[in-house]
């Protein structure tokens, strides 16, 4: 079955530490994206990426670093420097257009 | 003003009801309007893409883009318990091959269909 796959689901987090989120999708897909979703907000764009070995900052970048060593793979790491980081991170991904989003199921990050 | 307003509900209806969901936006570049359902804890999953005005019908559900008013909206028929879910506005402005115009999320209405 093609799709996104996101691990682990639920994660938890001393604060002060360094976490990383995994996104791995097998259709293909030029374009990867992590947003973030807070209740009653709309996804927040952290980063993306359009090709491998190179990606661009969202709205929401601080503390939050990527990599796109592989065309497949799209990890995410919440750094100690993110403020605020408990959420529900949503990894997607898209053709080169970027409309047709196809999302995973999504890593709930508690920082405590 | 945010750029994409949506009514955050909850919205209770009764099974069979026809429902309709809005979103208001400011940025008249956009042409390109989505809608994605989200079930509880899962992560959205894409019902429809529309270019420009007008309709656009796929079973049950209908979007409509009136660019005038900087309005859409999309019309559930005859709803299923099974329809209960979050629905997310998305749009976007013209795509190139060689840029990303990003994709700007509401924040969802929250739907239950009471059966």
């Known amino acids: 079955d093609g799709g996104i796959t996101q691990s682990p689901k639920y994660l938890f987090r001393k604060e002060g530490q360094n976490v990383t989120l995994s996104c791995e999708q097998n259709?293909?897909?030029?374009?990867m994206y992590w947003y973030r979703q807070d209740p009653g907000q709309g996804l927040r764009l952290i980063y993306y990426s359009q090709i491998v070995n190179d990606f661009q900052k969202g709205d929401i970048a601080e503390g939050y670093s990527v990599s796109r060593e592989k065309k497949e793979s799209f990890p995410l790491t919440v750094t100690s420097a993110q403020k605020n980081p408990t959420a529900f991170y949503l990894c997607?991904?898209?053709?080169?257009?970027?409309?047709?989003?196809?999302f995973g199921p999504g890593t709930r990050l508690t920082v405590t | 003003q945010k750029e994409v307003e949506q009514d955050p509900g909850p919205l209770s209806v009764p099974e069979g009801a026809i429902v309709s969901l809005n979103c208001t936006y400011s940025n008249s570049a956009f042409q390109y309007f989505m809608w994605y359902r989200q079930y509880s804890r899962k992560g959205p999953e894409l019902l429809m893409y529309t270019y420009s005005s007008g309709n656009k019908e796929d079973g049950r559900f209908t979007a409509q883009v009136d660019k005038s008013s900087k309005y859409i909206s999309l019309f559930i028929r005859d709803s299923q318990p099974s329809d209960s879910a979050t629905y997310l506005c998305?749009?976007?402005?013209?795509?190139?091959?060689?840029?990303?115009?990003?994709?700007?999320f509401g924040p969802g209405t929250s739907l239950s269909v009471i059966p």
């Open positions: 998305a749009m976007s402005g013209i795509m190139k091959k060689t840029s990303y115009d990003k994709v700007i």
């Open positions: 259709l293909n897909h030029d374009a």
């Open positions: 997607a991904s898209s053709g080169t257009s970027g409309l047709e989003q196809y």
